[in-house]
C-alpha cells in the first residue's frame, strides 16, 4: 500500500510540474516589482524570450530564458539567462530559493 502511494504521490508532483511549466510567460510581467517591465513576451515561464527588458525606463535589451525545472526538487530555481542590449550580448546561470536569495554563475558577456 505504502508503493502505491508514493507513485500517486510522484504523479501528482509531476502532473503539477507539467501544470506549472505550461504557465505563459505573460503570467511573469504581472509580478515584476515595480519599475521593471517586459515587453514582447512569448513561450513559457520555463523557456521564452522577452522583445524588451525595461528597468525605470530605460531599455536594457531583448531577454531569454530557459529554466530548469528539476532543481525545484531542492526547493531552488535555476535558469540560463541571456541579455541582449545594442551592440552586445551577455549570458549567466541563475539560481536562488523561494527566501529572495540569489546566485550568478558564469556570468560572460560584452556590452556598450
Known sequence: M????????AGLAAFLVFLIAMVPASQVARRLPSGVALDGLSGTIWSGHARTLAMDGR???????????????????????????????MTGDFSGDFAGNLIGRGIRGTAP
Open 2 to 9: 505504502a508503493k502505491r502511494g508514493a507513485y500517486v504521490a
Open 59 to 89: 531599455s536594457l535589451g531583448a531577454l531569454n530564458w530557459s529554466c530548469r525545472p528539476w532543481r525545484l526538487v531542492l526547493l531552488e530555481w535555476s535558469c540560463r539567462i541571456g541579455l541582449q542590449p545594442a551592440g552586445g550580448e
